[in-house]
């Protein structure tokens, strides 16, 4: 059973920087798009960040030119550095691995990492 863990959540001021990584504990080969959510109390579960295995990535209007997606497909991580944090960015976050095939998609989350930025 394939599990991903977050790590690097925590506190911080705002305008500070963090940096969240995700690993999968088991072998798991050819995800197609790993994924950064996030989700604050009270909202929905929102994308933050989306990188795919050929290296395109995408972001939340939100967070566009302040966060940073990266993965390194040999070790099937991947990584969120964010800086310029806001209070606005508190929320948990969650890493998703997604694998596409002929039957359709498969998803992969991490248990959430929890990111706190006070004013």
């Known amino acids: 059973q394939v599990q991903l863990v977050e790590s690097g959540g925590g506190l911080v001021q705002a305008g500070g920087s963090l940096r969240l990584s995700c690993a999968a504990s088991?072998?798991?080969?050819?995800?197609?798009?790993m994924n950064w959510y996030r989700q604050a109390p009270g909202k929905q579960r929102e994308l933050v960040a989306a990188?795919?295995?050929?290296?395109?990535?995408n972001y939340a209007d939100s967070v566009k030119g302040r966060f940073t997606i990266s993965r390194d497909n040999a070790k099937s991580t991947v990584a969120l550095q964010m800086n310029s944090l806001k209070p606005d960015d508190t929320a948990v976050y969650y890493c998703?691995?997604?694998?596409?095939?002929?039957?359709?998609?498969?998803?992969?989350w991490g248990q959430g990492t929890q990111v706190t930025v006070s004013s």
């Open positions: 990188v795919t295995n050929g290296g395109s990535t």
């Open positions: 998703n691995y997604r694998i596409f095939s002929a039957l359709g998609s498969r998803d992969y």
């Open positions: 088991g072998s798991i080969v050819s995800i197609n798009v």
